[in-house]
């Protein structure tokens, strides 16, 4: 690009930036950042480099063009000049000598020579008119015009400002210029530039994106790339992943962690799809592992609380508490930052302002457990007990990076991505060194601590050899630098292999392991991040520079990581469950191909938790009929350490056991947060030593847990797999899905369950009947089957089944559920969670049935005894309603299955209407009872306006015979509002 003399003067550029005709070149960014420089010191706002080297690409692409226009039309520059000279005369030549004064080539400016001389200098073999040093400057006029009226340039105009030619006939010659070119023939591209003028050419990338030289360089390279040659359009593709990088760096300061994640529906498309399927089979313990997570310290400080004595180590954490776990259906631990951690991190923390603050989980100084934890016999200790009680521990593995302090950065600096050189000429390391270890310094960016930058690498200085590097911090490209961590090099084997060991040494002392931010080591990502092909970088400011294309990383990493992890902790360690946290729309590559275990399913709190619902089950159906495997293999979960809590989320009401209930009986692995049974508020940071607020457990929250989720989280066995699973839609009067009722079976040997969730405040009422459909891998085709089917009922008889949400039972025709399906009402956020069916089939069951007509009651058994046994039993006279209800809440569920073997239970069509209790004669037995069917419009339940949450009082009070929502003990309903009504 040509600048002026003025600018020249004013920014004091080195003769080094420049050509002999006078154009700045720049080899690389670094170059156009050393002048960027240069320019900036002067300034109040300092000038980026990439904008120069977009400037400069620019420039050299309209160059390119013009050579081609004028090689397709030989003599139009030629007579372009004699039109100047018979319209201009004399001041042609002035105007000449003029422009090559301010914008001199070097010997001009040098005061080597002279305007004059150098405009009658002849180039070799340039001898006809319109060609040499005359023709150069003619063009460059039109150029640096073409600059002064582009709005993408205006902050560089002092580097090409016309007005210093005011005097001369500079104006009048560029007029003269367009309306030459504007009448000359068109320069064609077939389809997109066809009959374009010189003048059309010059403007359309200045029109197609005006206030962005990204948008300019990519019209050129969509427009004009085979024109312009694969090494140059190369060029452009990179200059437009500096601009990239250079927004992400400016914006990283405003981004904002808390706004609401897009959430997005697998297809199952793209290259990974088509790779090759290759599960890691399941251990028989897998399936059935209920996930509870715990951050260490905090953990260990609350149990100090809660049990009156100092308890700071593993090996101090009470047996009760391990009891307590367990008898909740907690069979997996995870840990969270037991390693030991790294001293700048906690340094950087404490400088920041957060005095009690310990270093972050995930800057790690080595993989030993904390000596403050009690190190590895307090581990041993802690291990053995929980195994005792069927819980197996869980820690973390961050295998991208390591502390900035870490023994890997002081003894192996090669294992990590470094630069001898800063990336950017603005970052200072002038504070205190945070390394303990007298080998190396370590030095964080300046601007860090002032919050005015995000430095994108820190400095490490050997202090025995002088050796000097700048290590890049890991970075996921979504936000901020992890600042307190070193980026490790996966290119290099070296570092693979070390990784793996590592992994191994975990492995063997941990048989579950998560895998943090393990989408970034995919291939792909490792590409996209790190080495970036030409045109898709920008997710880490500066690394473009750094890419590579295709083949060449296919060279240097030519198996995924994770794939070789997965297949050397099977053949070394195989008990070990392998758990990754991807997201990135690769949840099903990574269990699929990849071969972890496990993956997290984020979308399943994301979706839930904003409603939407339709988005949610679009995705399990694109699961199903993909490959149901995936859905197994899926981590869900309401909250995790990086997430708001749940009950910040998703409340402590109906909503909250709602979704509860489905994380517990859905295929996969359910984990639980910390705090999340509790009920607590408080989200812990990385860094916690102790909580800040000073919360107390929420009892009403946690009997709703015991009640409700616990006994589910027991039989996982039942849900847990997907060789059962069954989806339905939910199809209201009007003959339309309902997207916001989540209904689906599953069975395990001769057990079956049946869960159905309204996920909206609002009524609603429909049935459910056929699945939707799911792959048949053995045939290829896909299958529905429907809710009979899918439960595997039999065709006569009735089916008893208890609900866990209610503590009710149900009794409901076979043939009819065959025949027409289920009928459910529910309301607002109901839930029903169906289980322990059984089947009976003689007359006296056919009149409970009857008799019901839909309703629930808490123990069919003692419906039977009161219709049928009690004809043979004197008379006697009734308690009080309300005492003998009581007694009847007691009755246990072993003393309900005292039921002749070969009777079982079913379902109803769900629309359980609450029934007023009739007056009583005195010698009648009590019993909840349902008015018998009547038409339509002469339904005998008010359907009540939606209750989004209960309050604790509702949450604790509720009895399994007592409706959550009713109000007046005089119209007190029997707890099946929404379970199964005969319709």
């Given at each position: 690009?040509?600048?002026?003399?003025?600018?020249?003067?004013k920014?004091?550029?080195?003769?080094?930036?420049?050509?002999p005709?006078?154009?700045?070149?720049?080899?690389?960014?670094?170059?156009?950042?050393?002048?960027?420089?240069?320019?900036?010191?002067?300034?109040?706002?300092?000038?980026?480099?990439?904008?120069?080297?977009?400037?400069?690409?620019?420039?050299?692409?309209?160059?390119?063009?013009?050579?081609?226009?004028?090689?397709?039309?030989?003599?139009?520059?030629?007579?372009?000049?004699?039109?100047l000279?018979?319209?201009?005369?004399?001041?042609?030549?002035?105007?000449?000598?003029?422009?090559?004064?301010?914008?001199?080539?070097?010997?001009?400016?040098?005061?080597?020579?002279?305007?004059?001389v150098?405009?009658?200098?002849k180039?070799?073999?340039?001898?006809?008119?319109?060609?040499?040093?005359?023709?150069?400057?003619?063009?460059?006029?039109?150029?640096?015009?073409?600059?002064?009226?582009?709005?993408?340039?205006?902050?560089?105009?002092?580097?090409?400002?016309?007005?210093?030619?005011?005097?001369?006939?500079?104006?009048?010659?560029?007029q003269?210029?367009?309306?030459?070119?504007?009448?000359?023939?068109?320069?064609?591209?077939?389809?997109?530039?066809?009959?374009?003028?010189?003048?059309e050419?010059?403007?359309?990338?200045?029109?197609?994106?005006?206030?962005?030289?990204?948008?300019?360089?990519?019209?050129?390279?969509?427009?004009?790339?085979?024109?312009?040659?694969?090494?140059f359009s190369?060029?452009?593709?990179?200059?437009?992943?500096?601009?990239?990088?250079?927004?992400?760096?400016?914006?990283?300061?405003?981004?904002?962690?808390?706004?609401?994640?897009?959430?997005?529906?697998?297809?199952?498309?793209?290259?990974?799809?088509?790779?090759?399927?290759?599960?890691?089979?399941?251990?028989?313990?897998?399936?059935?592992?209920?996930?509870?997570?715990?951050?260490?310290?905090?953990?260990?400080?609350?149990?100090?609380?809660?049990?009156?004595?100092?308890?700071?180590?593993?090996d101090?954490?009470?047996?009760?508490?391990?009891?307590?776990l367990?008898?909740?259906?907690?069979?997996?631990?995870?840990?969270?930052?037991?390693?030991?951690?790294?001293?700048?991190?906690?340094?950087?923390?404490?400088?920041?302002?957060?005095?009690?603050?310990?270093?972050?989980?995930?800057?790690?100084?080595?993989?030993?457990?904390?000596?403050?934890?009690?190190?590895?016999n307090a581990?041993?200790?802690?291990?053995?007990?929980?195994?005792?009680?069927?819980?197996?521990?869980?820690?973390?593995?961050?295998?991208?990076?390591?502390?900035?302090?870490?023994?890997?950065?002081?003894?192996?600096?090669?294992?990590?991505?470094?630069?001898?050189?800063?990336?950017?000429?603005?970052?200072?390391?002038?504070?205190?060194?945070?390394?303990?270890?007298?080998?190396?310094?370590?030095?964080?960016?300046?601007?860090?601590?002032?919050?005015?930058?995000?430095?994108?690498?820190?400095?490490?200085?050997?202090?025995?050899?002088?050796?000097?590097?700048?290590?890049?911090?890991?970075?996921?490209?979504?936000s901020?630098?992890?600042?307190?961590?070193?980026?490790?090099?996966?290119?290099?084997?070296?570092v693979?292999?070390?990784?793996?060991?590592?992994?191994?040494?975990?492995?063997?002392?941990?048989?579950?392991?998560?895998?943090?931010?393990?989408?970034?080591?995919?291939?792909?990502?490792?590409?996209?991040?790190?080495?970036?092909?030409?045109?898709?970088?920008?997710?880490?400011?500066?690394?473009?520079?750094?890419?590579?294309?295709?083949?060449?990383?296919?060279?240097?990493?030519?198996?995924?990581?994770?794939?070789?992890?997965?297949?050397?902790?099977?053949?070394?360690?195989?008990?070990?469950?392998?758990?990754?946290?991807?997201?990135?729309?690769?949840?099903?590559y990574?269990?699929?191909?990849?071969?972890?275990?496990?993956?997290?399913?984020?979308?399943?709190?994301?979706?839930?938790?904003?409603?939407?619902?339709?988005?949610?089950r679009?995705?399990?159906?694109?699961?199903?009929?993909?490959?149901?495997?995936?859905?197994?293999?899926?981590?869900?979960?309401?909250?995790?350490?990086?997430?708001?809590?749940?009950?910040?989320?998703?409340?402590?009401?109906?909503?909250?056991?709602?979704?509860?209930?489905?994380?517990?009986?859905?295929?996969?692995?359910?984990?639980?947060?910390?705090?999340?049974v509790?009920?607590?508020?408080?989200?812990?940071?990385?860094?916690?030593?102790?909580?800040?607020?000073?919360?107390?457990?929420?009892?009403?929250?946690?009997?709703?847990?015991?009640?409700?989720?616990?006994?589910?989280?027991?039989?996982?066995?039942?849900?847990?797999?997907?060789?059962?699973?069954?989806?339905?839609?939910?199809?209201?009067?009007?003959?339309?899905?309902?997207?916001?009722?989540?209904?689906?079976?599953?069975?395990?040997?001769?057990?079956?369950?049946?869960?159905?969730?309204?996920?909206?405040?609002?009524?609603?009422?429909?049935?459910?009947?056929?699945?939707?459909?799911?792959?048949?891998?053995?045939?290829?085709?896909?299958?529905?089957?429907?809710?009979?089917?899918?439960?595997?009922?039999?065709?006569?008889?009735h089916?008893?089944?208890?609900?866990?949400?209610?503590?009710?039972?149900?009794?409901?025709?076979?043939?009819?559920?065959?025949?027409?399906?289920?009928?459910?009402?529910?309301?607002?956020?109901?839930?029903?969670?169906?289980?322990?069916?059984?089947?009976?089939?003689?007359?006296?069951?056919?009149?409970?049935?009857?008799?019901?007509?839909?309703?629930?009651?808490?123990?069919?058994?003692?419906?039977?005894?009161?219709?049928?046994?009690?004809?043979?039993?004197?008379?006697?006279?009734?308690?009080?309603?309300?005492?003998?209800?009581?007694?009847?809440?007691?009755?246990?569920?072993?003393?309900?299955?005292?039921?002749?073997?070969?009777?079982?239970?079913?379902?109803?069509?769900?629309?359980?209407?609450?029934?007023?209790?009739?007056?009583?004669?005195?010698n009648?037995?009590?019993?909840v009872?349902?008015?018998?069917?009547?038409?339509?419009?002469?339904?005998?339940?008010?359907?009540?306006?939606?209750?989004?949450?209960?309050?604790?009082?509702?949450?604790?009070?509720?009895?399994?015979?007592?409706?959550?929502?009713?109000?007046?003990?005089?119209?007190?309903?029997?707890?099946?509002?929404?379970?199964t009504?005969?319709?």
């Amino acid at each position: 690009m040509l600048i002026s003399r003025a600018s020249r003067l004013k920014y004091n550029f080195s003769v080094d930036f420049f050509r002999p005709d006078g154009h700045v070149t720049f080899a690389d960014l670094a170059a156009a950042r050393a002048f960027a420089a240069q320019m900036s010191a002067p300034r109040t706002d300092p000038v980026p480099g990439s904008d120069l080297y977009a400037f400069f690409l620019l420039d050299e692409a309209y160059h390119i063009i013009l050579k081609h226009y004028f090689s397709r039309y030989t003599g139009v520059m030629g007579r372009a000049m004699g039109v100047l000279q018979s319209n201009l005369g004399s001041k042609y030549d002035l105007t000449l000598g003029k422009f090559i004064e301010e914008f001199p080539p070097m010997s001009v400016f040098l005061g080597q020579t002279t305007a004059g001389v150098y405009l009658a200098t002849k180039l070799p073999n340039f001898g006809d008119f319109g060609h040499g040093v005359r023709a150069a400057a003619v063009e460059e006029m039109l150029l640096i015009n073409n600059s002064n009226n582009n709005p993408a340039l205006t902050r560089y105009k002092t580097l090409i400002d016309e007005s210093v030619m005011a005097g001369s006939a500079y104006k009048e010659l560029v007029q003269l210029l367009l309306d030459f070119f504007a009448r000359q023939p068109g320069f064609g591209n077939g389809e997109f530039a066809l009959g374009e003028t010189l003048n059309e050419l010059l403007t359309a990338p200045i029109k197609a994106s005006p206030d962005s030289l990204e948008g300019q360089l990519r019209f050129i390279v969509q427009k004009w790339g085979h024109l312009l040659g694969d090494s140059f359009s190369s060029k452009l593709l990179r200059g437009m992943d500096f601009l990239r990088e250079e927004t992400i760096r400016l914006q990283t300061k405003q981004i904002d962690s808390s706004q609401k994640v897009e959430t997005y529906v697998p297809s199952f498309g793209g290259s990974e799809y088509a790779e090759y399927e290759r599960y890691s089979p399941d251990k028989e313990w897998m399936p059935r592992l209920v996930l509870l997570a715990k951050n260490s310290y905090v953990w260990l400080s609350q149990l100090s609380k809660k049990y009156q004595r100092e308890i700071v180590t593993l090996d101090q954490i009470p047996d009760e508490e391990l009891d307590l776990l367990a008898s909740r259906g907690f069979t997996g631990l995870w840990l969270i930052g037991l390693w030991e951690r790294s001293r700048a991190s906690q340094l950087i923390k404490q400088r920041m302002g957060q005095a009690d603050a310990v270093a972050s989980a995930y800057s790690l100084h080595s993989y030993d457990i904390a000596n403050d934890l009690g190190g590895w016999n307090a581990l041993n200790n802690l291990r053995s007990r929980a195994w005792a009680r069927g819980i197996r521990l869980s820690a973390d593995m961050v295998p991208n990076h390591m502390g900035i302090d870490s023994t890997w950065v002081v003894e192996h600096p090669d294992w990590f991505l470094s630069t001898p050189n800063s990336p950017y000429p603005s970052y200072s390391f002038r504070s205190e060194n945070l390394s303990d270890d007298l080998r190396v310094g370590i030095y964080l960016e300046d601007h860090y601590y002032d919050k005015t930058d995000a430095s994108v690498v820190f400095q490490r200085r050997d202090l025995q050899n002088g050796d000097l590097r700048y290590i890049y911090h890991g970075n996921d490209g979504t936000s901020f630098p992890w600042n307190d961590t070193a980026q490790l090099d996966y290119t290099n084997p070296v570092v693979r292999e070390a990784v793996i060991q590592v992994i191994l040494h975990v492995a063997r002392n941990f048989p579950v392991i998560r895998f943090d931010a393990a989408m970034t080591l995919a291939k792909k990502h490792v590409q996209r991040l790190w080495f970036p092909e030409p045109g898709a970088g920008g997710a880490i400011p500066s690394r473009s520079q750094y890419g590579m294309t295709k083949s060449e990383f296919e060279d240097k990493v030519p198996e995924e990581f994770w794939r070789e992890v997965v297949d050397r902790v099977a053949a070394e360690v195989p008990d070990t469950l392998l758990l990754a946290e991807a997201f990135w729309l690769m949840e099903g590559y990574f269990v699929r191909t990849l071969g972890m275990h496990r993956v997290y399913n984020s979308a399943f709190m994301h979706m839930l938790r904003d409603e939407d619902n339709a988005k949610y089950r679009l995705a399990i159906k694109n699961t199903l009929e993909f490959d149901p495997q995936i859905l197994k293999r899926y981590v869900n979960f309401m909250n995790n350490p990086d997430e708001k809590t749940a009950v910040e989320q998703f409340g402590s009401g109906d909503k909250y056991f709602g979704i509860c209930t489905v994380l517990s009986t859905l295929p996969g692995l359910p984990m639980f947060g910390h705090g999340q049974v509790e009920g607590f508020a408080e989200k812990y940071g990385m860094e916690y030593r102790r909580a800040k607020l000073d919360e107390t457990a929420d009892d009403g929250l946690i009997r709703g847990h015991e009640w409700r989720i616990f006994p589910l989280l027991h039989r996982r066995h039942l849900f847990a797999d997907v060789e059962k699973f069954l989806l339905f839609d939910f199809y209201t009067s009007s003959g339309n899905v309902n997207e916001d009722v989540f209904a689906y079976s599953n069975r395990h040997n001769d057990e079956r369950g049946l869960v159905v969730y309204h996920n909206r405040f609002a009524n609603t009422s429909g049935w459910i009947k056929t699945s939707a459909a799911y792959i048949d891998k053995s045939s290829g085709r896909t299958v529905r089957k429907n809710l009979a089917e899918g439960l595997s009922l039999p065709r006569v008889g009735h089916v008893i089944f208890k609900d866990y949400s209610s503590q009710l039972e149900y009794i409901r025709s076979c043939k009819e559920i065959w025949e027409k399906g289920m009928y459910i009402e529910l309301g607002a956020y109901q839930c029903h969670a169906f289980v322990d069916f059984r089947f009976v089939g003689d007359s006296e069951w056919q009149a409970i049935c009857d008799q019901l007509n839909g309703a629930g009651v808490p123990s069919m058994q003692d419906k039977w005894k009161e219709m049928f046994a009690a004809k043979e039993k004197t008379p006697v006279v009734e308690a009080p309603v309300k005492k003998v209800r009581r007694k009847k809440k007691e009755v246990s569920l072993a003393k309900a299955k005292k039921v002749p073997a070969k009777k079982k239970a079913i379902v109803k069509k769900t629309a359980v209407k609450k029934a007023e209790p009739k007056t009583k004669k005195p010698n009648a037995k009590p019993a909840v009872k349902v008015k018998k069917a009547v038409p339509a419009k002469a339904k005998v339940v008010k359907k009540t306006k939606p209750i989004a949450k209960k309050s604790k009082k509702e949450v604790e009070a509720q009895k399994p015979t007592v409706s959550t929502k009713a109000k007046k003990p005089v119209r007190k309903k029997s707890s099946n509002s929404a379970a199964t009504k005969k319709k």
